[in-house]
C-alpha cells in the first residue's frame, strides 16, 4: 500500500562547516537521548516533562503526539578557523541549531497524513502544505542552548508545537479540510472510496462514551489521520466522523503507551466509561483494523455515545 505523506524540502545555509560528533546511545524502546554532558539541556526536559522526538540519532514519533509537541536535537563544532574561544562557542551553537532544523525537514518531509495515496505526488499536488511546513521549520522555536568546552561541542533543541491556534498539526488539519482533493482521499483506500461501515446497531450491556484500541501487537505509528476499517475495508473511524472544530483543534484521538494511561486521557476529554479494544490487524502502517465482532460493538455502542464526533479515541502504542 502506498501512503500519502507530507512532503517538505528546506535548503539550510550556514556560513562555515557543520560538524557533529557520534550521536549519543539510543535509550530503550526508541527514545532520542541526549549526551549526559548536557545536564541544561537533560534538566530542562525533565523539568517540562517532555521528550526528544528525534535528532540525528534517530526519531520517536510516540513522543510528538503523546506530548502533543514536536522536539529535535541537533549537535554542532566550530570550524577549524575558528580560533577564540567565545567564536568557537557561538559557531558551535550556531551549527547545532542548523543541524537541528535539518533534522527536523527530514522528519517532516516524511510525515504521514494518512495511508493510501501516492508519496511521490505529495510535493507536486500539495504545493501549499510543503510551504506551510517550510515556513514551520525556519520558525521552530530554540528552547535551550548549550556548549561544553571540555568536548568543544554544542546542542541546541528546537520545539514545534502539535495543537493550538498556531500548531503544525492545527494547520494542516486546516488546511487538509479545506482542500478538496486531500479531504477525498481521507475516505479512500488505495485509490478508490472505502465504503462507510454499515450495522444494524445491537444492544450492549453497558453505555461507552469514548473508545480504546489496544494496537500494541500492532505495526503501527500515530498520524495526522488515524483510520479504524473493518476486515472488508469499510470505514468505520475517519475524519468525515468528526468535527472539524474538534479536528483542528485536538486531533483524531489521544496516543498512549497503556490501556490505563488511555482511560486517564479520555478522562480529561469527559469520557467515563470506554469500551476497550484489540486490533486485529494494521492497515499499512497508520491505519487499523477490527474484528467484525467488535466493528458492531463499536458501531454499536457510537450509536448511543457518539464519541466519535468529539474524538474521543485513543490508540494505544507500542
Given at each position: 500500500?502506498?501512503?500519502?505523506?507530507?512532503?517538505?524540502?528546506?535548503?539550510?545555509?550556514?556560513?562555515?562547516?557543520?560538524?557533529?560528533?557520534?550521536?549519543?546511545?539510543?535509550?530503550?524502546?526508541?527514545?532520542?537521548?541526549?549526551?549526559?554532558?548536557?545536564?541544561?539541556?537533560?534538566?530542562?526536559?525533565?523539568?517540562?516533562?517532555?521528550?526528544?522526538?528525534?535528532?540525528?540519532?534517530?526519531?520517536?514519533?510516540?513522543?510528538?503526539?503523546?506530548?502533543?509537541?514536536?522536539?529535535?536535537?541537533?549537535?554542532?563544532?566550530?570550524?577549524?578557523?575558528?580560533?577564540?574561544?567565545?567564536?568557537?562557542?557561538?559557531?558551535?551553537?550556531?551549527?547545532?541549531?542548523?543541524?537541528?532544523?535539518?533534522?527536523?525537514?527530514?522528519?517532516?518531509?516524511?510525515?504521514?497524513?494518512?495511508?493510501?495515496?501516492?508519496?511521490?505526488?505529495?510535493?507536486?499536488?500539495?504545493?501549499?502544505?510543503?510551504?506551510?511546513?517550510?515556513?514551520?521549520?525556519?520558525?521552530?522555536?530554540?528552547?535551550?542552548?548549550?556548549?561544553?568546552?571540555?568536548?568543544?561541542?554544542?546542542?541546541?533543541?528546537?520545539?514545534l508545537g502539535m495543537h493550538g491556534p498556531k500548531g503544525f498539526a492545527s494547520t494542516m488539519y486546516d488546511k487538509?479540510?479545506?482542500?478538496?482533493?486531500?479531504?477525498?482521499?481521507?475516505?479512500?483506500?488505495?485509490?478508490?472510496?472505502?465504503?462507510?461501515?454499515?450495522?444494524?446497531?445491537?444492544?450492549?450491556?453497558?453505555?461507552?462514551?469514548?473508545?480504546?484500541?489496544?494496537?500494541?501487537?500492532?505495526?503501527?505509528?500515530?498520524?495526522?489521520?488515524?483510520?479504524?476499517?473493518?476486515?472488508?475495508?469499510?470505514?468505520?473511524?475517519?475524519p468525515s466522523k468528526i468535527s472539524q472544530k474538534v479536528l483542528v483543534e485536538q486531533g483524531c484521538g489521544e496516543?498512549?503507551?497503556?490501556?490505563?494511561?488511555?482511560?486517564?486521557?479520555?478522562?480529561?476529554?469527559?469520557?467515563?466509561?470506554?469500551?476497550?479494544?484489540?486490533?486485529?490487524?494494521?492497515?499499512?502502517?497508520?491505519?487499523?483494523?477490527?474484528?467484525?465482532?467488535?466493528?458492531?460493538?463499536?458501531?454499536?455502542?457510537?450509536?448511543?455515545?457518539?464519541?466519535?464526533?468529539?474524538?474521543?479515541?485513543?490508540?494505544?502504542?507500542?
Open positions: 500500500m502506498k501512503k500519502l505523506a507530507i512532503a517538505a524540502s528546506l535548503l539550510i545555509g550556514l556560513t562555515g562547516a557543520v560538524y557533529a560528533e557520534d550521536p549519543p546511545a539510543a535509550a530503550p524502546e526508541g527514545a532520542v537521548q541526549l549526551d549526559e554532558t548536557f545536564q541544561k539541556a537533560n534538566t530542562w526536559l525533565s523539568q517540562q516533562n517532555l521528550s526528544l522526538t528525534g535528532g540525528p540519532s534517530g526519531r520517536d514519533d510516540n513522543a510528538a503526539f503523546s506530548q502533543e509537541v514536536i522536539l529535535f536535537y541537533g549537535e554542532g563544532l566550530a570550524g577549524p578557523n575558528h580560533i577564540q574561544p567565545s567564536q568557537r562557542e557561538l559557531m558551535a551553537k550556531r551549527a547545532a541549531v542548523v543541524t537541528a532544523q535539518r533534522s527536523l525537514a527530514e522528519y517532516l518531509n516524511g510525515f504521514a497524513i494518512v495511508g493510501d495515496t501516492l508519496v511521490k505526488d505529495g510535493v507536486a499536488q500539495y504545493d501549499v502544505i510543503r510551504s506551510s511546513v517550510a515556513g514551520y521549520v525556519k520558525g521552530a522555536q530554540v528552547v535551550v542552548q548549550e556548549y561544553s568546552k571540555d568536548k568543544d561541542m554544542a546542542v541546541a533543541i528546537i520545539k487538509m479540510m479545506k482542500d478538496p482533493q486531500i479531504k477525498k482521499s481521507l475516505t479512500e483506500l488505495d485509490g478508490k472510496p472505502a465504503p462507510p461501515y454499515k450495522h444494524k446497531p445491537e444492544s450492549l450491556s453497558e453505555k461507552y462514551d469514548g473508545l480504546i484500541i489496544d494496537a500494541s501487537a500492532q505495526s503501527f505509528r500515530p498520524a495526522l489521520i488515524n483510520r479504524i476499517f473493518t476486515p472488508k475495508g469499510e470505514l468505520l473511524y475517519d496516543y498512549t503507551n497503556s490501556v490505563d494511561k488511555a482511560k486517564a486521557a479520555l478522562e480529561k476529554r469527559g469520557v467515563n466509561n470506554a469500551l476497550v479494544v484489540t486490533a486485529a490487524g494494521a492497515v499499512g502502517s497508520s491505519d487499523l483494523q477490527v474484528s467484525d465482532d467488535d466493528a458492531v460493538k463499536i458501531f454499536s455502542a457510537n450509536q448511543k455515545g457518539n464519541f466519535m464526533s468529539s474524538a474521543k479515541v485513543a490508540f494505544v502504542l507500542k
